[in-house]
C-alpha cells in the first residue's frame, strides 16, 4: 500500500481525503490511499521524517506547518523557496523534497489571466506569501497585502515585492487568506453577523462592491459570508473548493505522474463524487 495524507493541527475538517481518494480511485491506483494525519507543532517534525518507513510517497501540508515544512526538506522547488512555505512533501531515496502547490492552484483556480491586473490579499500566513507571489509571477500589476497585524503585512509585502496596505483598497482581485469565516455557520437571526465578518477583514460591503473577482480560501458549507455578499453583488467569485482542488491536483501530479481528474476532484471534495 502507497499512502498519502495531509498533515495539519487542526486537519479533521480537510476534505482532502475524500477528494484525493476518489481521484486515486478514478485513477486505477487501488493500492494507494490519502488519509488525515492530525500532527501538533511538537511533534510535526518527527513524524513526518518517520512516514517513509510507514510506506508515504508523500503528504500535504496544511496550518501551522506551512514553515516547518520547508525547513525539513533537504531540496525544494523554486516555488516554495520563494514564497518560504511548502504545502507539498515528497518522499524519494531517503531524501524529502518540498514543493508549494498553493501558488500554482490559486491561478488555476482564478480561472482568468492575471496581467495587468491589481491585487488585495487579505493575511500575512503561509497562504498569503503563496498568494502574493502566485499573482506577482502572473504578471499583477500590482499586489497590496493588508493584516490585522500591519507589522506582518509589512514584513511579507518587503519580502515578495508587494505593497503593505493600512487597510484593503479597491482592485480587480480580492482573495482572503485569514482564516475568518472558517468554521462559522450564517446565522439569519443575526443579519449584522456577515457585516462584521468583513470588518474582521477590514471590509465593508461598498468596498468588497469595488472587485471584479473574490477568491476566499476559506471552504464551509453553507458558503463563507464572504463568498455570500460577493455572489449577491453579482462578483465573480471562487471559493476554498475550487483552490483545494486546484492545489490538491498538482499535488497529485507530482506524486503520481498521472494527469489529475480535477472535475472529479471538486466534485468529491464538495461531497457530490
Known amino acids: ?13 480537510s476534505r482532502s481525503p475524500a477528494m484525493q481518494n476518489a481521484a486515486l480511485a478514478e485513477l486505477g491506483l487501488t493500492d494507494w490511499h490519502y488519509q488525515l494525519l492530525p500532527l501538533p507543532p511538537d511533534l510535526f517534525a518527527q513524524t513526518i521524517r518517520a512516514l517513509p518507513e510507514l510506506g ?14 520547508l525547513a525539513l526538506a533537504a531540496d525544494a522547488s523554486p516555488a516554495a523557496r520563494a514564497i518560504g ?18 501558488a500554482p492552484g490559486l491561478i488555476d483556480a482564478l480561472g482568468v489571466d492575471a496581467r495587468g491586473l491589481t491585487a488585495q490579499v487579505l493575511g500575512a500566513g503561509g497562504s498569503a506569501r503563496a ?10 500589476a500590482e499586489v497590496y497585502v493588508w493584516n ?7 514584513e511579507l509585502a518587503a519580502a515578495l515585492g508587494a505593497s503593505a496596505v493600512h487597510e484593503p483598497r479597491p482592485a480587480d482581485v480580492l482573495v482572503n487568506c485569514t482564516s475568518v469565516g472558517l468554521g462559522a455557520t450564517p446565522d439569519a437571526g443575526h443579519p449584522s453577523k456577515g457585516t462584521r465578518q468583513l470588518a474582521e477583514m477590514g471590509l465593508s460591503l461598498g468596498v468588497l462592491g469595488s472587485y471584479r473577482h473574490v477568491i ?12 455570500s455578499a460577493a455572489r449577491q453583488l453579482a462578483i465573480h467569485t471562487v ?5 483545494l482542488a486546484a492545489q490538491g491536483a498538482h499535488s497529485l501530479a507530482l506524486w503520481t505522474g498521472r494527469e489529475p481528474p480535477l472535475a472529479l476532484m471538486r466534485r468529491a471534495a464538495r461531497g457530490n463524487s
Open 85 to 102: 512555505a511548502a504545502n507539498t512533501l515528497t518522499f524519494e531515496g531517503g531524501q524529502i523534497r518540498a514543493d508549494n502547490t498553493d
Open 216 to 227: 476566499d480560501l476559506v471552504y464551509s458549507d453553507p458558503p463563507t459570508e464572504l463568498t
Open 239 to 243: 471559493d476554498g473548493i475550487d483552490v
Open 148 to 154: 490585522r497585524t500591519p507589522s506582518r503585512a509589512t
Open 56 to 69: 508515504f510517497v508523500g503528504v500535504n501540508v496544511t496550518v501551522p506547518h506551512k514553515h516547518a515544512a
Open 1 to 13: 500500500m502507497k499512502r498519502l495524507g495531509v498533515a495539519g493541527w487542526p486537519v479533521r475538517h
Open 131 to 140: 498568494a502574493v507571489w502566485a499573482l506577482a509571477r502572473a504578471g499583477a
